[in-house]
């Protein structure tokens, strides 16, 4: 208590001394209350417990928090190494094929706005998020001259190219990061109606979040830009999402897609900006 009262009069000090309310003084008086608050509180439960359950109650809560605290330290540090580990193999990735890592980038602004339409818990959105970083990870062990082909590909080439997904699977599915994300990175590419790749999976057998990936992914790459050719308008891309619902992509999906582009850009997409889009990295 004498911490959070002795905080408090720093705060004032100065607070009076600038002759004005400084946002960084305020952001520093709560990071060094916040022990102290936490002990505090912890104490009343304690007292609480002892109180209704002697000496018992106090032991219990005790061993609990013994445990759970580290838990929870834990999963903050896992959560920052992720973030770091992330951001260090994205920009090798970015180095290494610049125009993947843009389409994964656009890929990751569709996947976001979809999934808010979709009214998915922002846990799950960040999750997407992060997924839509990896989704095309496989694509690190095509060879270059075949992934950025100007002219068709050929029928070998093309199968190449399929084995992405299951490429990058293999790549990460026991590296414990990836865990959660490996759904989208093999599934991106599976079809609704079965006819897709690598597994052939139907319907809602594809999971959900590799389902919504195949919706952004394929919607990007039909109104990206590349060098040898000019992306589809909006318009004409939607229009492609919705004649292939039901056999490419899941219908559901699709219609919310719509509904949040419409929303986002207007009834026509007068408002969207390629440009814009072509400088997200």
């Known amino acids: 208590m004498t911490t959070i009262m002795t905080n408090i009069f720093v705060f004032i000090a100065v607070a009076l001394e600038k002759g004005k309310f400084d946002i960084n003084v305020l952001i520093a ?24 359950f002697n000496i ?8 609990l928090i013994y445990f759970i605290k580290p838990a929870l330290q834990y999963r903050e540090i896992f959560d920052n190494e992720l ?35 979709m009214g998915l818990p922002q846990a799950e959105i960040r999750q997407l998020s992060q997924a839509a970083s990896w989704h ?63 597994l052939g999976l139907k319907g809602e057998k594809i999971p959900l979040h590799a389902r919504i990936m195949a919706v952004t992914d394929a919607f990007d790459a039909m109104t990206a830009d590349r060098s ?15 004649r292939y619902s039901g056999t490419q992509f899941d219908p559901e999906i699709v219609q919310v897609f719509v509904e949040a582009l419409k929303e986002e850009y207007g009834a026509n997409y007068e408002k969207f900006d390629k440009t814009i889009m072509m400088n997200v990295s």
Do not use: C
Not at 153 to 164: A, G, N, P, V, W
Not at 230 to 242: C, N, Q, R, S, T
């Open 29 to 52: 008086f709560i990071s060094s209350t916040k022990s102290a608050l936490i002990t505090v509180f912890l104490g009343l439960i304690n007292v609480v417990l002892f109180y209704y």
């Open 56 to 63: 018992v109650g106090v032991a219990i809560f005790t061993f």
């Open 83 to 117: 973030s770091t580990y992330t951001n260090f193999v994205l920009h090798i990735l970015k180095q290494m094929d610049p125009i993947t890592h843009s389409h994964s980038e656009r890929v990751k602004f569709w996947t976001v706005l979809l999934a808010n339409k």
């Open 136 to 198: 095309d990870i496989g694509k690190i062990e095509i060879p270059y001259e075949i992934l950025n082909k100007p002219n068709k590909l050929t029928q070998m080439e093309y199968e190449i190219i399929k084995s992405h997904p299951e490429k990058g699977y293999q790549l990460v599915k026991d590296m414990h990061f990836f865990k959660k994300f490996l759904p989208v990175i093999r599934h991106h590419h599976e079809k609704y109606d079965g006819t897709g790749y690598p």
């Open 228 to 242: 040898y050719r000019v992306g589809m308008p909006m318009k004409d891309a939607v229009d492609e999402l919705i």
